[in-house]
C-alpha cells in the first residue's frame, strides 16, 4: 500500500509569493516525516521533520511544514519563493513493515517546484 | 567529512552484464538504503539493511543482490543486467527514525 501520496507533480509560483507543496501519508502509528530537497544533477538533501510536539516544524532555508494529524497531511511551506528554491520536493515518512518495530524510509514520487522570476 | 559514498558515479552495461555498486559511509550509522531513481516515479527502496549483518527488501529487489559487508559498507550486485535497470541509484544511511536519512551523490547506470 502506497504510504505517501504528493498529489501536483508540478507547482509553479511567482518569486516572491508563498508556495505550498503537499503531502498527504498513511503509515500506521505514529508518524515520523520527512521532507527532501534534490536539485538537478545531485543527491537528496534533508529539509526538515515531523517527530513529535509542535504541529509547525521549521526547516532549512526558511521552509516550514505543518503536520495535521485529522487530515493526514504534512504540507511543506514557505513564504516568500526564490528562484533558487526551484527543484525536486520529497515527502518522506518511515513506513513499519514485518509487523516487527521495524521501520523503512519510502518516498513519494516527488513534486517538482518552478519558481519564476 | 565526506559522509555517504557512491562509486562508480556513471556506468554503461551491456545486457547480461554483472556489475557491483559500492556505498560506504562514515557515521556511523546503523541503517542503510539503496533505491532507485526513475522519472515520474520518486525514489523507490531496492533493499534495506537495519543494522550489520541484516538485510530485508524493500519494493523493487528483484534483478538485484546485496551485501552488508560491515557497519561501513552496502553494496548493490546486479548479476545480470537488464534495460529496465536503467536509472539512478541512490545509497543512504541513517540512525533510527527519528534522524534524517544522508544520501550519496548517486550512481547513473544504463543498460544497453
Known amino acids: 500500500a502506497q504510504s505517501v501520496a504528493q498529489p501536483e507533480d508540478q507547482v509553479n509560483v511567482a518569486e516572491g509569493n508563498p508556495l505550498t507543496v503537499k503531502c498527504t501519508y498513511s503509515v500506521s502509528g505514529n508518524p515520523y516525516l520527512f521532507w527532501y530537497v534534490q536539485y538537478p544533477n545531485r543527491g537528496l538533501q534533508f529539509l526538515l521533520k515531523y517527530i513529535t510536539g509542535d504541529n509547525l516544524v521549521k526547516g532549512s532555508y526558511g521552509f516550514e511544514a505543518e503536520f495535521n494529524k485529522s487530515q493526514t497531511s504534512f504540507h511543506l511551506k514557505k513564504p516568500s519563493a526564490l528562484v533558487s528554491d526551484s527543484a525536486l520536493y520529497f515527502c518522506a515518512p518511515f513506513r513499519e513493515y514485518s509487523g516487527a518495530g521495524s521501520y523503512q524510509l519510502t518516498f513519494g514520487k516527488g513534486t517538482k517546484l518552478s519558481v519564476i522570476p | 567529512n565526506a559522509g555517504v559514498t557512491q562509486t562508480p558515479k556513471f556506468q554503461v552495461l551491456k545486457t547480461g552484464q554483472s556489475m557491483t555498486l559500492q556505498c560506504a559511509q562514515d557515521m556511523n550509522h546503523n541503517s542503510m538504503y539503496w533505491y532507485r531513481q526513475d522519472p515520474g516515479m520518486g525514489l523507490r527502496l531496492i533493499y534495506y539493511s537495519a543494522s550489520e549483518g541484516t538485510t530485508d527488501k524493500g519494493e523493487v529487489p528483484n534483478g538485484y543482490n546485496v551485501s552488508r559487508l560491515n557497519k561501513r559498507e552496502f553494496s548493490l550486485r546486479l548479476e545480470s543486467a537488464a534495460p529496465s535497470q536503467t536509472s539512478v541509484y541512490f545509497c543512504?544511511?541513517?540512525?533510527?527514525?527519528?534522524?534524517?536519512?544522508?544520501f550519496g551523490q548517486g550512481t547513473r547506470l544504463t543498460v544497453v
Open positions: 543512504a544511511s541513517s540512525e533510527g527514525r527519528r534522524n534524517e536519512a544522508f
